[in-house]
């Protein structure tokens, strides 16, 4: 059409009417791909509320199981995902992954029929779920694909900010359908139970199949280069048949791409302690029963959730003033400074858990231990069986918000920041596998997350648990500074585009 225009010289009426067109086409087309963008906010925010409660049965052992099915099946998921993206329409791989968490959500709605081996179908469930939730990586892949270097960083940011929604919402779904009760209601003729724990893996199915209705029939396959033009549009081949991509001049960066999945990894496992670690140090610090501490940090989280959805907002706004690695190394810092207050500091002591001992059978620098309350059936404060709670100071509920409040900020900052400069350096490549390997990476630390606090954290004590995630913090600071000049965009790298 453009080599039509500027042949065509003498015809001024014709080549008003082709602008025109153009201007329509262009306009059409970038509709369609936000509309299609839109989606993936979607389908990210669904793929964060599909926590749901598990049954009383399952101990605590158990759950430890269960968490780290999850995330076992999406670290094996993203990789496979990530590459049937990038040779087939990213539709195939999105469908088929939605389609896996609906079963399995309705499988997790069935777990209690079976007369025996219940928890083995609840992990089962878990891990098809986890295997589910592995099309993050292709959602991703496809924002960073359909958007040019300027609008990446607030499309990662919406992105992120929808999956933090997703966490912020999914419990309050679960509260509102808590008044299902445990009984609930029964339907005899496909012989299901909703009730408090079935009910929001049956809302999750639903709005599995709405998702999958909006993946066929709303997004279309849009690939744009760093500045934004159009490279090819998969959803106009015929047969929807995946082009080729121009191919691109210049290798990306291994070293940097290395590098990104340490740092992501990293920030992923700094926050799965911090996550699984909430309640037993609320439990062991402050002397509050589980039921307290599982409520106030229900709070807490939740409160972390807008504070995160803010600063997706704000991030936006700074990284187009200062850039994306400085508010990666300032999130890290603000990690750092969160784990730093968390030291036990001072002469006070937490409050022993009653146990069967006697008074002089503890250390001279060591308050007398308090009974339990006789209003309260269970004991609270520190186990006696934790020695390190016989000589290692309390960490106060000051210095514990004053944590919650910096990792609030720093986290959801290293978060955004780091997918988006990662796909940055992958440039105008394919990015299903990397961001597989990515998602992996994040998948492959919440599932260390928890085996760090029961073996460290239970063994040894708050001092050395966080002083170990300092350490590994200023780690990650050392490697940012380290490869600062080589965490940069594809095309920046390669002299395409000014820095």
Known sequence: IMSLMESDENTPLLRGDITRYVLIIAFVITQSRWRSIRVMYF???????????????????????????????????????????????????????????????????????????????????????????????????????????????????????????????????????????????????????????????????????????????????????????????????????????????????????????????????????????????????????????????????????FESILVFLVVKVVSARIGDRPLLLGGLILIFAGFFILLPWGNQYPKIQWADIQNNTMPTTQLAPTPPSNTSLEPTGCPSEQTWCLFTPVIHLAQYITSDILIGVGYPTCNVMSYTLYSKILGPKPQGVYMGWLTASGSGARTLGPVFVSHVYTILGPRWAFSVICGIVLAAVVLLSAMYKRLIAFSVRHGRVNE
């Open 43 to 305: 389908t990210m925010f669904l793929s964060s509320v599909g926590k749901k409660n598990i049954d009383e049965s399952a101990d605590a052992s158990f759950l430890g199981w269960v968490v780290a099915a999850y995330s076992l099946g999406q670290m094996v998921a993203s990789p496979l995902f990530g590459l049937w993206s990038n040779h087939r329409p990213r539709r195939e791989p999105l469908v088929c992954s939605i389609f896996i968490n609906v079963s399995a959500n309705i499988y997790y709605a069935y777990v209690y029929l079976p007369p025996s081996y219940n928890k083995i179908h609840m992990l089962l469930a878990r891990t098809l779920v986890g295997i589910g939730a592995g099309n993050v990586a292709v959602v991703r892949s496809y924002v960073a694909g359909a958007t040019s270097l300027k609008e990446r960083t607030s499309a990662m940011a919406n992105l992120s900010a929808c999956q933090a929604l997703g966490f912020i919402l999914g419990p309050a779904l679960q509260a509102v359908l808590s008044f299902t009760g445990e009984t609930g209601i029964s339907v005899n003729v496909i012989q299901l139970q909703v009730n408090m724990y079935t009910a929001p893996a049956l809302l999750a199915a639903c709005f599995g199949v709405i998702n999958i209705l909006l993946v066929i029939l709303v997004l279309r396959e849009h690939f744009v280069d760093d500045h934004g033009k159009l490279i090819h549009a998969i959803n106009y081949t015929p047969e929807e048949r995946v082009d080729v991509a121009p191919e691109v001049e210049g290798d990306i960066d291994q070293i940097a791409v290395f590098t990104s999945n340490v740092l992501f990894f990293v920030i992923l496992f700094i926050f799965a302690v911090f996550e699984t670690i909430s309640t037993p140090l609320s439990m062991d610090m402050f002397a509050w029963t589980r039921k307290e501490a599982v409520f106030y940090n229900g709070i807490i989280l939740a409160a972390i959730g």
